[in-house]
T-cell receptor, first 114, second 113 residues
């Protein structure tokens, strides 16, 4: 069974631009969560999507948004990029997003903002 | 107080020895506990999940959970250089939603030959 895939793997953008990241979950998984990982802050929860609906959102500004499609693929968008947005963005999928479900991470997208 | 605490390390262990990684959590209502391994520059990889008090073994790995003391640990037997990585403890205190999972900052483990 194929794992979680994320595209692109690397991105370089400049301040003020916007970016869209994509995540395809493991086949059969309906929940997709997004995380930001930085050396200083560790893994921070961005949001979770299930059945095309955002179920929960972390403490990030409105510049961070996302969506999920009917095939469970998810995208996240960051508008008006800031230097501090440079990070590894990870998505993780689980069967139905219940607390006891195991989450499996994709390889991540490394975003560099110049 | 951080919700999930781990010693950042580095924890240096000789090859072939047992590596012991510890994690404490603050929410007594926590239900699900996970250990992830993350190699430098890579994404976290799930190693173990544990939900009940006691030990759970999988190959060289043993997860231990003590809800009364609010700690969870990971033992790695016969440590190998390939075990050198950062180990993340993750705790979920909401049975109904995976989005409440909280990650510790990780313990860096180094296995010396």
């Amino acid at each position: 069974k194929a794992g979680v895939t994320q595209t692109p793997r690397y991105l370089i953008k400049t301040r003020g631009q916007q970016v869209t990241l994509s995540c395809s979950p493991i086949s059969g998984h309906r929940s997709v969560s997004w995380y930001q990982q930085t050396p200083g802050q560790g893994l921070q929860f961005l949001f979770e999507y299930f059945s095309e609906t955002q179920r929960n959102k972390g403490n990030f500004p409105g510049r961070f948004s996302g969506r999920q499609f009917s095939n469970s693929r998810s995208e996240m968008n960051v508008s008006t990029l800031e230097l501090g947005d440079s990070a590894l963005y990870l998505c993780a999928s689980s069967l139905d997003g219940l607390g006891y479900n195991e989450q499996f991470f994709g390889p991540g997208t490394r975003l560099t903002v110049l | 107080q951080k919700e999930v605490e781990q010693n950042s390390g580095p924890l240096s262990v000789p090859e072939g020895a047992i590596a012991s990684l510890n994690c404490t959590y603050s929410d007594r209502g926590s239900q699900s506990f996970f250990w992830y391994r993350q190699y430098s520059g890579k994404s976290p990889e799930l190693i173990m999940s544990i939900y009940s008090n006691g030990d759970k073994e999988d190959g060289r790995f043993t997860a231990q959970l003590n809800k009364a003391s609010q700690y969870v640990s990971l033992l790695i037997r016969d440590s190998q250089p390939s075990d050198s990585a950062t180990y993340l403890c993750a705790v979920n205190n909401e049975y109904s939603s995976a989005s409440k999972i909280i990650f510790g900052s990780g313990t860096r483990l180094s296995i010396r030959p």
